[in-house]
T-cell receptor
Framework: GAVVSQHPSWVICKSGTSVKIECRSLDFQATTMFWYRQFPKQSLMLMATSNEGSKATYEQGVEKDKFLINHASLTLSTLTVTSAHPEDSSFYIC??????????????FGSGTRLTVV | AQSVTQLDSQVPVFEEAPVELRCNYSSSVSVYLFWYVQYPNQGLQLLLKYLSGSTLVKGINGFEAEFNKSQTSFHLRKPSVHISDTAEYFCAVSNTGFQKLVFGTGTRLLVSP
């Protein structure tokens, strides 16, 4: 249970184009979704937190106009990388809180999207 | 704000040997602690978590960890590793208010025959 399906798994795009990454919660309602970015051989850095029906909260240093996050429903959150450039190439992972009670609290993660901008 | 320190960036070990991956955290509030494993180009898989109760937590694949509040540590251990345990391991912390996860820098476990 508590699966987040992330698509695409990998994408190659040309510099200047936009790319949309989707995360769908398959068997639960994801009130809160987190978006992380991971550079090769590095840790996961939180980019933003999105709550269903409201604007995303971005971490310091993350360009909100470049990384557009939409969380219009309880089962779908999207990250759009606008006007992508080679430096945006990275591994992007979404995550949702599951088990909101203190006994079952945890997080589930999407399988990640490898973005390569050429 | 919380932070997590994983002092060992890489830990080489021989198959069937025991291993300990170290994790220390910093927080001014009560925390939840997690260990995740990541294989190349994949998402994260939960190994174990500490929410409350017994400080010794047992997880999947024979891993366990002990929460030590006085030393602010949550070290991961396995008594006998396999080749298939070769992966990246991340320690993470969140406060108990249903907030974001903060990750350590990761430890690469390299198991050789």
């Amino acid at each position: 249970g508590a699966v987040v399906s992330q698509h695409p798994s990998w994408v190659i795009c040309k510099s200047g184009t936009s790319v949309k990454i989707e995360c769908r919660s398959l068997d639960f309602q994801a009130t809160t979704m987190f978006w992380y970015r991971q550079f090769p051989k590095q840790s996961l850095m939180l980019m933003a937190t999105s709550n269903e029906g409201s604007k995303a909260t971005y971490e310091q240093g993350v360009e909100k106009d470049k990384f557009l996050i939409n969380h219009a429903s309880l089962t779908l959150s999207t990250l759009t990388v606008t006007s992508a450039h080679p430096e945006d190439s990275s591994f992007y992972i979404c995550s949702a809180i599951i088990g909101w009670d203190s006994a079952n609290y945890g997080y589930t993660f999407g399988s990640g999207t490898r973005l390569t901008v050429v | 704000a919380q932070s997590v320190t994983q002092l060992d960036s890489q830990v080489p070990v021989f198959e069937e040997a025991p291993v300990e991956l170290r994790c220390n955290y910093s927080s001014s509030v009560s925390v939840y602690l997690f260990w995740y494993v990541q294989y190349p180009n994949q998402g994260l898989q939960l190994l174990l978590k500490y929410l409350s109760g017994s400080t010794l937590v047992k997880g999947i694949n024979g891993f366990e960890a002990e929460f030590n509040k006085s030393q602010t540590s949550f070290h991961l251990r396995k008594p006998s590793v396999h080749i298939s345990d070769t992966a990246e391991y991340f320690c993470a912390v969140s406060n108990t208010g249903f907030q974001k996860l903060v990750f350590g820098t990761g430890t690469r476990l390299l198991v050789s025959p």
